[in-house]
């Protein structure tokens, strides 16, 4: 480099210059690649392979999987070259089933351990038939025995 | 009349005399004493001990309208016999008969007053006055008033004492209930002692103390008088006003509305919902207070009946708990 050159020439830089060619720069930093560009030999070069590759990849035909090939990658964790490949979505669905899996267990144990610690609550069938006649010989123990007891006399139609 | 005879005569009625005499001077309890309390305590000493045979027609009013009925009473050997027999009393024990034998109802011989039932002055305004004529009898009449009505009139046989007619009514004034005597003959003093059955080991019975939380006092009034054990899983909460008893039987449980007999209707207390019977012997009402069952069983009027339900619905679960665990725990209760 001269010592007369009005700047120092940067190495090539791939992304800016990628960043060139899809037109992304500011108007500034378009300046500066340009005067790169035409200061510095390597620059040009470097930018006209990389213009030459980006034509060649878009310019490929899109390449078809062999058949089954996707499916093998779901249910195989390797690939026929025995390299692994995750399936996140299949690994997050056994995820999921293992924790629902756990989360039933624990209900399941926490429901037989409240049903064996918990007293169960009973079902009652009142005998009320008992009971009026129960607070009838209280009433008739404490206030007139005939008045208290004559209505035990009745067909009360309580049943027990 | 031969002058045996004559005699005879004479001599039951001199003896009827006394025994009412004998019967005004009852003791009873001075500190709280009111007319309603001496006519009681003498009508219960003149079924203990005088003799009688009668029919009381009982008219009570339920879902279907006014009903009437009929029943057999007898008084012999200080024995009440109720409906040929079916139900027994003695001196404040009472039995039921029942296909396998007697069903005792009320194992304790303490035929007075509730001695923790307040006096009915707090609530209620008694008139003592000349009752009608009943069974061809004069009776002296207990009229007991609340708010303006009557809500209670009993007629006491003048001579004997015994309760020749009883009435209540609702809120408005209007009868609820009628008993009265239809017959009375063969009136006489108490000769010998009538064979009682026996008290079942398992009968409910007093326990020596409330449970601590029991409500001691409920709406309208009503004061706890005592605490009784029906079963292992049931007990018997009584409480009274001076005049009506509310007994309260609570077990532990949900209550299983299916398996409550038909003829009773749906009301609501409040947010409680409960079913209700009427019945000669008074307003029963079930309902389900968190997970306990209770029972009501009173005479009181619909808007004491009101009061008791929403109170007992107030209480904690932690008060029933420990009413529950008190009856059916093996040491707490005799």
């Known amino acids: 480099m001269s010592d007369d050159s009005v700047f120092d020439v940067a190495p090539f830089d791939d992304a800016r210059a990628s960043a060139y060619l899809d037109d992304q720069l500011d108007a500034t930093e378009r300046r500066e690649v340009a005067a790169l560009l035409d200061a510095d030999p390597e620059w040009a070069r470097g930018l006209d392979e990389l213009a030459q590759t980006r034509t060649l990849v878009r310019g490929l035909a899109v390449v078809e999987p062999p058949a089954g090939f996707l499916e093998s990658l779901v249910t195989n964790d390797a690939t026929p070259t025995g390299a692994t490949v995750t399936d996140l979505d299949a690994v997050r669905h056994r995820r999921t089933r293992r924790l629902t899996g756990a989360f039933a267990a624990i209900a399941a144990a926490a429901a037989l351990l409240v049903a064996v610690v918990v007293p169960s609550v009973a079902r009652t069938h009142p005998a009320l038939a008992t009971d009026v006649r129960v607070h009838q010989a209280g009433v008739a123990a404490s206030s007139d025995p005939v008045s208290g007891l004559a209505p035990l006399g009745t067909s009360m139609g309580f049943g027990r | ?334």
């Open chain 2, 1 to 334: 009349m031969t002058d045996r005879r004559r005699t005879g005569v004479l001599l039951r009625a001199v003896g009827i005399a006394l025994l009412a005499v004998g019967a005004v001077a009852v003791p009873g309890r001075a500190a709280d004493s009111n007319p309603a309390d001496d006519l009681l305590d003498r009508a219960r000493h003149a079924v203990r001990n005088l003799e009688f045979h009668g029919t009381v027609r009982i008219w009570w009013r339920d879902a279907k309208g006014g009903q009437n009925q009929t029943v057999a009473v007898a008084a012999v050997g200080g024995e009440l016999q109720i409906a040929g027999g079916k139900v027994l009393e003695d001196s404040g024990r009472s039995w039921v008969a029942q296909a396998g034998g007697w069903q005792t109802l009320w194992a304790d011989a303490n035929d007075t007053k509730d001695a923790n039932a307040p006096n009915l002055a707090r609530k209620y305004t008694v008139i003592r006055r000349a009752g009608p004529m009943v069974v061809q009898r004069s009776t002296t009449m207990l009229v007991i008033r609340r708010g303006g009505h009557d809500v209670e009139q009993i007629e006491f046989d003048r001579v004997t004492g015994i309760v020749l007619g009883r009435d209540r009514f609702d809120v408005t004034g209007a009868p609820t209930y009628r008993m009265e005597f239809v017959t009375l003959t063969g009136v006489r003093v108490r000769r010998g002692q009538a064979a009682v059955p026996k008290i079942d080991a398992e009968a409910p019975g007093r326990v020596r103390a409330a449970p601590a939380d029991t409500a001691r006092a409920l709406t309208g009034g009503f004061v706890l008088v005592d605490a009784r054990r029906m079963n292992a899983s049931e007990t018997q909460l009584r409480y009274s006003d001076g005049v009506f008893e509310a007994s309260v039987f609570a077990q532990s449980g949900a209550l299983d509305w299916s398996s409550l007999p038909a003829g009773g209707s749906d009301v609501r207390y409040g947010s409680v919902r409960a079913r209700r019977y009427r019945s000669a012997a008074g307003t029963v009402m079930v309902w389900q207070a968190g997970d306990r069952t209770l029972t009501c069983v009173t005479d009181a009027r619909d808007d004491d009946a009101l009061g008791i339900v929403e109170s007992l619905s107030r209480s904690s679960d932690s008060d029933w708990t420990t009413v529950v665990r008190f009856v059916t725990g093996p040491f707490s209760w005799r």
